[in-house]
């Protein structure tokens, strides 16, 4: 079955920083990868997904994500954040029809 | 707005009681799922439906949980003599199946507080 491992577990960045959080799933093949955001308070929300074509992917509120076959990783991007970033990052993978999810990060940013 | 709606939001129980919560997929969503979500991780896949047929059920569903979609519309997830371990919050999702690219879009969740 497939896992996914988030290496960072809590980040922390001032407003205008650059923000890179890493995703790696276990197994190659088929894939179809998603970042999901939990603001505080809030629902999961889907910020991007990637089921084929260009491995760079662009979501919503500026966040992007490159799919890197050879590296097993969905990492997100963002060249500037801001605070209304702050929120929990979850990356997940689809095994069959369900989605396997990391343990999150994270991510606080002071203005 | 039209999106995954859960009732209660909030459950608070004693241990060896029963509870029912209840998800509202998206209209026209033929596919519904059921998470649990524990402080600290991500969530963890339950079972899932497409239409009212359960396709697949987690190793994690005791048979103390069982759920339903009797008219491939609505859900309900039953949990029978609830343990302190049962204290997660519980999200149900839906999807729209088109060959394996389907996404899934999540309701508040219902947070579940076994004493």
């Known amino acids: 079955a497939q896992s996914v491992s988030q290496h960072n577990h809590h980040v922390i960045l001032s407003e205008a920083a650059s923000l890179e959080l890493g995703c790696n799933y276990s197994y190659g093949g088929t894939v179809n990868l998603f970042w999901y955001v939990q603001y505080p308070g809030q629902h999961l929300q889907l910020l991007l997904k990637y089921f084929s074509g260009d491995p760079l992917v662009k979501g919503i509120k500026g966040f992007e994500a490159e799919f890197i076959k050879s590296k097993f990783s969905f990492n997100l991007r963002k060249p500037s954040v801001q605070w209304s970033d702050t929120a929990e990052y979850f990356c997940?993978?689809?095994?069959?029809?369900?989605?396997?999810f990391g343990t999150g990060t994270r991510l606080q940013v002071f203005p | 707005d039209t999106g995954v709606s859960q009732d209660p939001r909030h459950k608070i129980t004693k241990r060896g009681q029963n509870v029912t919560f209840r998800c509202d997929p998206i209209s026209e969503h033929n596919r519904l799922y059921w998470y649990r979500q524990t402080l600290g991780q991500g969530p963890e896949f339950l079972t899932y439906f497409q239409n009212e047929a359960q396709l697949e059920k987690s190793r994690l569903l005791s048979d103390r949980f069982s759920a339903e979609r009797p008219k491939g519309s609505f859900s309900t997830l039953e949990i029978q003599r609830t343990e302190q371990g049962d204290s997660a919050m519980y999200l149900c999702?839906?999807?729209?199946?088109?060959?394996?690219?389907?996404?899934?879009?999540f309701g508040p969740g219902t947070r579940l507080t076994v004493l």
């Open positions: 997940a993978v689809k095994d069959t029809d369900k989605l396997i």
């Open positions: 999702a839906s999807s729209l199946e088109a060959g394996g690219a389907d996404t899934q879009y």
